[in-house]
């Protein structure tokens, strides 16, 4: 079973900077994709960043150029690095890993993120 620990959420100020961890329960070499997600009461989970093991990376439109997806293989672990953070960046995000493109996802459990303005 595949068990996915996010932390690092917390409350900042609009142009601040928090960094996400994800820790895996064993070595992340093993998924085709590792992404983060993000979720707010009124609208869908909506995809924010994903990393291959290659070190390919793919963003959402509005993240792009202020948020830093990374990867430790090492520590089992994926990061996001997000800057100059808006209030609508404000919501709960996920880790999410796939074995291979096509499978279903693992989600971790999610961490909040709070932008005041």
Known sequence: QVQLV??????????????????????IDRFDVLGWYRQTPTKQRELVSTITPGGSTNYADSVKGRFTISR?????????????????????????????????????????????S
């Open 72 to 116: 430790d293989n090492a520590k089992n672990t994926v990061y996001l690095q997000m800057d100059s953070l808006k209030p609508e960046d404000t919501a709960v995000y996920y880790c999410n890993a796939r074995r291979y493109v096509w499978s279903s996802p693992y989600w971790g459990q999610g961490t909040q993120v709070t932008v005041s």
């Open 6 to 27: 996010e932390s690092g959420g917390g409350l900042v100020s609009a142009g601040g900077s928090l960094r996400l961890s994800c820790a895996a329960s064993g070595s």
